[in-house]
């Protein structure tokens, strides 16, 4: 059990993405890089009189392009079939092999496993609504569970109601690879993916894998989640300008973009890459997760898990903030998050905090929920690769009590070796993944 | 390298056979059956309308004052969880903030939560209202929903819902801020969460982890689901304690049901200092992924499994024949326990026919991401009491299961223990536990 070598080196050897900016990772950047909103009026269902009617959606979309066997994944719902095109990218970044059952790409199948944050599946909205109306008797306040079982027997599909269930977007990503390794899902909210990438690289540094698939997918674009976060009031309402909408650490923030998509990446022992000879885009140094453990619906006000967090990972990865070179930050664009993102950003950066660049591509991508982390952690690798630091966009209007360096509007040029991305979710969940570039 | 060895110190469990772990190996022993007909909702029209549910409580009586409040926004998935960590915390002799403020014992930063959970249904009789509101012409209609419907949803109503909730109330409870994680792989989650829990505190980044699983499935979402996956059984509605019948050649499918188990893991270093009480060793974990099209199956050779158990048994170094115990997912599935047996099988070699085998949910019933902990709680109560009861409902084994299911309680020496599962889905797990009691193994 307490097998640990924590010499063994962690890289990065393949990256794929499906989300709002588009379905590759060369797409994402470019329009990352040129300020370019994901964001638009909601088209997958009737959000027309919803109190936000804009969300960041993947449009034109088609999973057969991304993969051979989308018979075998027919039935996926949105978050799956999102990521088995970042898997199948990934994956073929990283030279392994998909869609065949004799790999020749040198991992073995039972060292290669898989970690996501996932999100779960919309329900089956037309039977679901339709079920209760039938079923609801309105004078005695009950429902008619014989009713709702006719309905829900006679309409409902079973391979639509399994597709919820959150640990199907790894399911999908095993068949399309045969990955015999350790597999896991995980689901703390909007911090999943960032968490699960930390984890597969425990789990590579503990030996049990020379690779893992690692990311996240989520789709919560469907009537219940937007009525969810409408509730919550944790949405931007500025259905006058949708573009727009997405402002972090402005004065004028009022909520975050609801997004979708997948993003992931395959970590990989140094000595597996280093065999198999493949580019390496970046090393994992670092990880810390904790928990605010303060109230369910607030993040503890100074900030107390987040700092947690960022120390727990610069520990692990042997570093002082003052070699972090950029931050990517959960910047949501809500009024809670930004600011106390920024205390504890400032908690441990001390004199370091306003001249270490902090920006949030939530500004364009929206808010991929449990894919979010994986997204964003992409950018991170992208800015090593290049040397830019992608922008926070919409920030026009600052708010004063928010005074980091958080690259207003334009990418910047400039020297990244040692990028830290943030992840905060609902319910006090933080975890931060360090990433450096690949030096040999 | 290091060699942390972790260890279970206390034990919490809420089960349709009772409101603790006691309750439930008590029940276990004398071969009771916690599955019922389904009283949370009338399950007429239902294929299957029994299931195992766990006896009435109070969740004010589990939570602290400070907490009463929040428990507003508990879905039953959440309360389950709450008290088993409430049991396995006061178990372990630990003091937190929820335990005896007063008095902590613990160094919160240095406490990880890791929990498996279900995808939690929402609640439909709460969300009724609001759709009846959202109807034109006896339809329902999205436009009035987002304009009238949608403000009758309770404004926290998402909090309820959000699986990572289990984990958040019981360290918002327990005042636990170290790494937090919720595992949502179906009936896998939760031996999966331990072993994550297990390993995080095997690396150094915490001393002590709550872990496990809870799910509540007696909702008619739920239910009708496994209905139209065929995965619950549509016969013996007359005769609950009969239904759920693993490896039995008359099995007709699965009951499902309701439960938490949570484990207090500690490094075994801490545990000794403090003369904790010391169940067992978690000794080694091992995972895998079935392969299978058939995506609410397992693998029909059980390769998945397979994989899972010989790498658990080699990240403990040991033999099939150090192993005195299995409990296997058993789920009453005809073809997947057979799948399950041959998996076992092949990973026991010989062994497999001599070491007992002894499934627990024809008594427990499934209660999905609650399963695994139950199980690891159920096999470190049978190695400390070096007694393995009776399996029931398996009167006639199924062929081509080549397991030597227990027919008949046996006192032993448990030295080793496996437990295993695998999901819908594909995700197997399997954790070996070892009998620390004088170190008489190896």
Not at chain 1, 237 to 266: K, Y
Request: net charge negative; with cysteine.
């Amino acid at each position: 059990m307490g097998r640990m070598d924590t010499t063994k080196r962690v890289v990065i050897t393949g990256m794929g993405v499906v989300c709002p900016l588009g379905h590759d990772v060369e797409t994402l950047w470019r329009a990352i890089l040129a300020g370019k909103s994901g964001v638009g009026r909601t088209t997958i269902f009737d959000a027309s009189t919803f109190p936000t009617t804009f969300d960041a959606e993947v449009k034109d979309y088609e999973l057969a392009e991304h993969v051979k066997s989308a018979n075998l994944h027919k039935d996926s719902n949105r978050g799956s079939a999102f990521v088995l095109g970042a898997a199948a990218e990934a994956c073929r970044a990283a030279g392994i092999d998909v869609d065949t059952a004799n790999p020749t790409d040198g991992i073995d199948r039972e060292r290669l496993g898989i970690y996501l944050g996932a999100g779960e599946g919309s329900v089956d909205n037309d039977v679901f609504f339709a079920a209760i109306v039938e079923a609801w008797d309105k004078e005695k306040s009950e429902m008619d569970w014989g009713r709702w079982a006719k309905v829900a027997f006679g309409r409902m599909t079973p391979m639509r109601e399994l597709e919820q269930e959150p640990g199907m977007p790894a399911a999908h990503i095993a068949l399309l690879t045969g990955a015999r390794g350790p597999t896991r899902s995980c689901l703390t909210a909007c911090a999943a993916s960032t968490q699960a990438v930390g984890e597969a690289t425990m789990i590579i540094r503990r030996g049990d894998a020379d690779a893992m698939i690692a990311g996240g997918a989520h789709s919560m674009i469907h009537p219940l989640g937007l009525t969810g976060f409408n509730r919550l009031t944790a949405l931007s309402t500025r259905n006058d300008s949708p573009q727009t909408a997405s402002r972090p650490f402005t004065a004028s923030r009022d909520g975050f973009v609801l997004g979708e998509g997948a993003a992931i990446v395959i970590l990989e022992s140094l000595t597996s890459a280093e065999k198999r000879g493949v580019e390496i885009l970046a090393e994992v140094i670092g990880y810390g997760s904790s928990a605010d453990a303060f109230r369910v619906t607030d993040m503890h006000e100074e900030g107390r898990g987040a700092i947690q967090a960022i120390n727990a990972a610069l520990a692990d990865a042997g570093i002082g903030y003052q070699d972090v070179d950029y931050i990517n930050a959960h910047g949501t664009s809500t009024m809670e998050n930004d600011s106390i993102e920024t205390k504890a950003i400032k908690a441990v950066f001390k004199e370091r905090a306003k001249k270490t660049p902090v920006s949030s591509v939530k500004s364009m991508l929206g808010h991929l929920i449990g894919a979010a982390g994986a997204a964003e952690l992409i950018t991170c690798v992208l800015a090593i690769r290049d040397n830019i630091v992608p922008p926070t966009i919409n920030l026009h209007d600052h708010d004063p009590g928010l005074d980091l360096d958080y690259v207003p509007n334009e990418s910047r040029k400039m020297p990244v070796n040692i990028a830290m991305n943030e992840s905060f979710g609902f319910g006090g969940q933080n975890n931060v993944v360090i990433i450096k570039r690949y030096n040999g | 390298m290091c060699s942390t060895r972790v260890v279970i110190t206390g034990l919490g469990a809420i089960t349709p056979l009772g409101l603790t772990a006691d309750e439930m190996w008590a029940g276990l022993c004398a071969g009771s059956c916690g599955i019922g007909r389904i009283t949370a909702f009338d399950p007429v029209g239902f294929t299957c309308r029994i299931a195992g549910q766990a006896p009435d409580y109070d969740i004010r009586q589990y939570v602290p004052k400070s907490h009463r409040k929040a428990t507003k926004l508990m879905s039953r998935d959440i309360e389950l969880s709450v008290i088993a960590a409430q049991e396995a915390l006061t178990d372990s002799g630990l003091k937190t903030k929820g335990i005896d403020a007063e008095n902590i014992n613990v160094d919160p930063a240095r406490v990880a939560v890791n929990i498996g959970a279900g995808l939690i249904s929402c609640d439909l009789v709460e969300l009724a209202p609001a759709v009846a509101a959202s109807v034109t012409e006896g339809r329902f209609d999205i436009r009035k929903w987002g304009k009238e419907g949608l403000e009758l949803v309770t404004p926290l109503w998402l909090l309820k819902y959000l699986p990572n909730m289990l984990a958040c109330h019981i360290g918002i409870i327990h005042d636990l801020q170290g790494p937090s994680n919720t595992i949502t792989c179906g009936e896998a989650g939760s031996h999966l969460a331990i072993a994550e829990a297990g390993q995080i505190i095997a690396r150094g980044d915490s001393d002590i982890a709550v872990a496990g699983g809870a799910e509540a499935k007696v909702n008619p979402i739920v239910m009708i689901r496994q209905c139209l996956l065929r995965r619950a059984t549509s016969e013996n509605n007359d005769d609950p304690a009969s239904a759920c019948r693993p490896f039995d050649a008359d099995a007709k499918g699965s009951v499902f049901g309701e439960g938490a188990g949570v484990v207090i893991l500690e490094k075994l270093t801490r545990a000794q200092g403090r003369g904790a009480r010391i169940y067992a060793e978690l000794a080694g974990v091992g995972q895998s992924n079935s392969l299978n099209p058939e995506y609410e199956h397992l693998e029909p050779d059980g390769k998945g499994v397979q994989l899972a158990i010989e790498k658990a048994m080699a990240d403990a170094q040991i033999e099939p024949a150090d192993l005195d115990l299995v409990i296997p997912h058993g789920t009453g599935i005809p073809g997947d326990d057979l799948a399950e047996a041959k998996g076992i099988e092949a990973a026991l070699g010989e062994a497999a026919r001599k070491i007992p085998v002894w499934p627990t949910k024809s008594m427990l019933s499934n209660t999905g991401a609650a399963c695994g902990a139950l199980d690891v709680i159920a096999a470190v109560c049978a190695m400390n009491e070096s007694r393995i009861p009776a399996a029931k409902n398996c009167d006639r084994i199924a062929d081509g299961c080549n397991l030597n299911i227990v027919r008949q309680p046996q006192s032993r020496k448990i030295r080793y223990a496996l437990c295993c599962s695998y999901t819908f889905g594909g995700q197997t797990a399997a954790l070996v536990l070892k009998n620390v009691d004088g170190e008489t193994a190896k």
